[in-house]
């Protein structure tokens, strides 16, 4: 709260002690980029082939022919009948877990185990009907790691032209080609891309919020009783947009070339002269 008070009365102009003590700052350059206007969904991915394998009719086992979690191609044979005939598998993929023993007795029908092929995934994910207007086959999705980095991309491809009744949303589908880190059924993070444009970001350490607005410190230079010139804090009024990363889009408030502090800044003021680390000591 002293802190706050104490923010509050430098931005209002007052003269305090301690207003314009000479703080070590970090300053960053505003650069133009491209802004990436994206909302993130939870999901979950389907194989695209997997298959339940069943017994055509009543018989024995008389050997299993695989094992759980070993890959298999189309056409390997699983499963060795009393009767002399195999049950093969029809796809290739991954043997899922193997539900009957050697010895037992299958009737018509009966799972005995499932293959399935990772290689690629649908991705399912479901928008809420606000979104609606926004959502169009081809938008551009991003399927995050555990460690919040782009694992996978794809476009959407399908929209379902109703809405989930409980839920009040709209499936939308991606067809992703897996590189290995995902497994059907699994429950993941997908970002969907609405659109990119050219803008500027800062830190989101260098946004003070003072009275519901936020402000920035531009670094300016003035001169001194001696004529030298010193770098001071200039608060800035700015509009904020999204969030991208570590950083903040700036809407309006600020320009390309223009200099703000990244840190330190709970002790600034307006006008209060300070110093930039590194490379970025002139203004």
């Not at 050219?198 to 410190?217: C, D, E, M, Q």
């Not at 010139?229 to 904020?240: D, G, I, S, T, W």
């Amino acid at each position: 709260m002293r802190n706050l008070l104490f923010l509050v009365a430098c931005l209002s102009g007052l003269s305090l002690i301690g207003c314009s003590k000479d703080i070590l700052v970090t300053c960053q350059t505003v650069e133009t980029t491209t802004t990436v206007i994206s909302k993130e969904f939870s999901g979950f991915l389907q194989a695209k082939a997997s298959a339940t394998i069943t017994a055509e009719n009543e018989a024995i086992i008389g050997q299993i022919l695989v094992e759980t979690g070993k890959s298999v191609i189309a056409g390997t044979s699983l499963f060795l009948l009393d009767t002399g005939s195999q049950i093969k598998a029809p796809i290739s993929g991954v043997v899922s877990n193997i539900l009957v023993n050697q010895g037992k007795f299958i009737t018509k029908g009966q799972a005995l185990t499932d293959i399935v092929n990772n290689q690629t995934l649908e991705l399912n994910i479901d928008v809420p009907i606000e979104l609606s207007s926004q959502l169009k086959i081809g938008l551009p999705i991003e399927i995050i790691d555990s460690s919040k980095n782009v694992s996978l991309k794809s476009r959407i491809n399908f929209i379902s032209p109703g809405v989930n009744r409980n839920e009040q949303s709209i499936l939308a589908k991606a067809t992703v080609h897996n590189n290995g880190s995902f497994r059907d059924n699994q429950i993941v993070s997908a970002k969907v891309i609405w659109s990119k444009r050219a803008g500027v970001l800062v830190p989101t350490t260098a946004i003070s919020i003072v009275g519901g607005r936020n402000f920035v410190f531009v670094v300016t230079g003035q001169k001194s009783e001696t004529g030298e010139v010193v770098l001071v804090a200039e608060p800035r009024l700015v509009v904020l947009g999204d969030v991208q990363g570590q950083a903040y889009e700036v809407v309006s408030g600020l320009e390309a070339g223009e200099k703000v502090v990244g840190s330190e800044i709970v002790n600034l003021s307006n006008g209060v002269p300070m110093k930039c680390r590194d490379n970025e000591s002139e203004s």
